[in-house]
């Protein structure tokens, strides 16, 4: 069977990969994997929205954010990271009754969001940028209501 994308007039098939670098990539209605995530923001710089399934394999901190990531490893380049503000965090604790790591963990989740490639700086002894980085992708918690857990009603 032949590529479905060679059956396309070159220009016409030009114009819909320039699409998707311009706006973000939107799903209605599908819940998507963290590794589709991944490389649907890999392709926008806008990213993609959508809804986020996952299951909440570690967690951690930094300035004030709560990070949820899909994998063990936060630096595995599959993984899907959901950054939650102290504000949101108090939200969220609130509704589910507890902290957020004890109340996640090892739970699937659903996030409404945009998915972000977002670049990851290394930093030197001395705080300084050492002009290496990596890539990690990020959605950005706006709302509490913008998470659900494993047999929870959504809000959205």
């Known amino acids: 069977m032949p590529n479905q994308l060679a059956l396309l007039p070159l220009g016409l098939a030009a114009a819909l990969l320039s699409a998707c670098q311009t706006a973000p990539t939107k799903i209605d209605g599908l819940r998507l994997t963290p590794e589709q995530a991944v490389f649907n923001a890999a392709q926008s710089e806008a990213g993609t929205s959508g809804v986020f399934q996952m299951v909440v394999r570690a967690?951690?901190?930094?300035r004030g954010r709560l990070f949820l990531n899909s994998e063990a490893d936060y630096r595995d380049p599959r993984n899907l990271t959901i950054v939650i503000s102290s504000r949101v965090e108090k939200e969220l604790a609130a509704r589910l009754g507890g902290p957020i790591e004890e109340a996640l963990s090892k739970r699937a989740i659903a996030v409404r969001g945009t998915a972000k490639k977002t670049q990851i700086d290394f930093f030197d002894r001395r705080g300084g940028r050492t002009g290496k980085y990596y890539f990690q992708t990020h959605v950005v918690l706006g709302s509490a209501r913008d998470l659900?857990?494993?047999?929870?009603?959504?809000?959205y």
């Open 59 to 62: 967690t951690g901190r930094n």
């Open 148 to 155: 659900t857990v494993e047999g929870e009603r959504p809000s």
